[in-house]
């Protein structure tokens, strides 16, 4: 019996001593849980209402292009086959005010617009009212300007160059 009780204290010992810290030996990432233990600690309290998140266009916006901003644009020849007629705009007095002079003639030759900088879903339809049945859709225009050397718009893009008065 005194053996027993002689190698029973070790084990004891042992057994309290393996109550030390954890140590974690991997962290091999992955989404932290911290969310759900604090959903469960909130259990009492009503859990807050968030507007759904946007879907469709709306969830494209806003759109910033900080490479180009508002304003002259010097006409250069280009040789883009194939492009049509694109042209760049954004959401301030300068491109509303070429868009509602210029929307004839962007319209007659087929023209599609990107808005590049706006905050908005009523801006941009907004900017739609004032061409109405011509495509407007946001985008970014960094590639655009970075490819073609843009700092400025607005800016009718054709197969055989760029300007900002669009011919007749």
Do not use: C
Request: proline share 9%.
């Amino acid at each position: 019996m005194k053996n027993v009780r002689f190698l029973a204290m070790p084990l004891i010992l042992l057994s309290l001593s393996s109550h030390a810290e954890l140590n974690v030996l991997a962290d091999l990432g992955g989404q932290s849980t911290q969310a759900i233990f604090d959903a469960v600690n909130r259990q009492d309290s009503p859990a807050p209402v968030s507007a759904p998140p946007a879907q469709g266009e709306a969830a494209m916006l806003p759109v910033i292009t900080p490479e180009m901003s508002p304003g002259t644009v010097n006409p250069r020849d280009l040789q883009l086959p194939g492009i049509g007629a694109l042209f760049i705009i954004g959401d301030d007095d300068v491109s509303r005010s070429w868009l509602r002079h210029n929307a004839q003639r962007l319209s007659a030759r087929g023209a599609v617009g990107l808005v590049v900088n706006v905050d908005s879903q009523d801006a941009l339809d907004g900017l739609r009212g004032l061409a109405p049945g011509m495509t407007l859709a946001p985008a970014s225009g960094s590639d655009l300007a970075r490819r073609l050397q843009l700092t400025h718009y607005p800016v009718l893009i054709t197969d055989g160059g760029l300007t900002q008065e669009p011919a007749p």
